[in-house]
């Protein structure tokens, strides 16, 4: 079994290996399971920082492209067609300056009327998305709030109920799975973890909890092979006393996968070794008598 540092620091390789191939997504998503392994390894968190950096300047000339290509649309008046756009490409870079400075230009150009409409509209969606919050239906809350971000991608009240929604919902989940997080499963406890930040990737919560139950997963399994190694180390010896040899060099072999430096098994497997060894001179002996009693 490969321990968890060592995963890490072989991800790590493949991940920078992709990464100077060019497919930062598959980097993106390798640098996703290793931190499931360990969720604040410095290392990782690094890397996927510069990762995380590449997608967005590659994303940013895409978004620079397609603005350039819609430009002719603020000469022929279609805003409503112009925004529709910037609402996608917001997606892709919610932080790059150019696009939320068009957005913002945008509003100002829709006349009295357009603007009362979009406020009033997206009034009332908040409404609505509080009232689903207060009815804790925090899913449906989620895809509301997705939605209106959709519309108005800069709506920071919209923003908030959707970060408040997730966090809203993972609680809820957490007390809803007491049974699994306060059980030994530790293995069915991380894959309900991974779940919840399916949800939200950055629960700082859910975060410590997941790291928690992994060092509580390793420890168990330590453990366990400790455990199974005390048990070989009986029945190696057992088998010896019993002059069942080769069974016991079986024993020996199966102590030394567990633990290569084991001193008993290579002790014991010598001795064994000598005694099947002694035992075939003896028998050849036999047999050279009964050939030559002929």
Request: hydrophobic share 35%.
């Amino acid at each position: 079994m490969v321990d968890p540092q060592t995963y890490i620091e072989q991800g790590l390789k493949i991940v920078k290996t992709l990464v100077s191939q060019g497919n930062l997504q598959a980097a993106l998503n390798g640098c996703g399971e290793l931190l499931k392994v360990n969720p604040y390894d410095r290392d990782v968190q690094k890397v996927l920082k510069k990762i995380e950096e590449n997608i967005l300047a590659e994303n940013m000339k895409k978004v620079d492209n397609d603005i350039d290509s819609t430009m002719h649309l603020w000469k022929e008046g279609r805003y409503d067609d112009l925004m529709k756009i910037y609402s996608r490409l917001y997606q892709y870079a919610p932080s790059y300056g150019r696009l939320r400075d068009l957005i913002e230009k945008l509003n100002s150009k829709l006349n009295k009327n357009q603007r009362d409409e979009r406020e009033n509209f997206v009034k009332k969606a908040i409404d609505a998305i509080s009232a689903v919050i207060a009815e804790k239906r925090y899913g449906d809350a989620i895809q509301a709030c997705n939605e209106l971000l959709g519309y108005d991608p800069l709506n920071e009240k919209a923003a908030k109920l959707l970060a408040k929604s997730k966090d809203e919902l993972i609680e809820q989940k957490l007390k809803e799975n007491e049974r699994i997080t306060d059980s030994a499963d530790f293995e069915r406890t991380l894959d309900f973890y991974s779940s919840l930040l399916a949800i939200d990737p950055n629960n700082a919560k859910v975060k410590k909890l997941a790291l928690q139950a992994k060092i509580q997963l390793a420890e168990q399994r330590l453990l366990g092979d400790k455990i199974h190694l005390n048990e070989s180390i009986v029945r190696m010896k057992n088998l010896f006393k019993s002059a069942e040899y080769e069974k016991a060099i079986q024993a020996c072999d199966e102590i030394a996968r567990l633990d290569p430096n084991n001193l008993s098994a290579k002790i014991f497997r010598t001795k064994a070794d000598k005694m099947l060894g002694e035992e075939a001179d003896r028998l050849s002996v036999v047999k050279l008598k009964e050939v030559l009693g002929k």
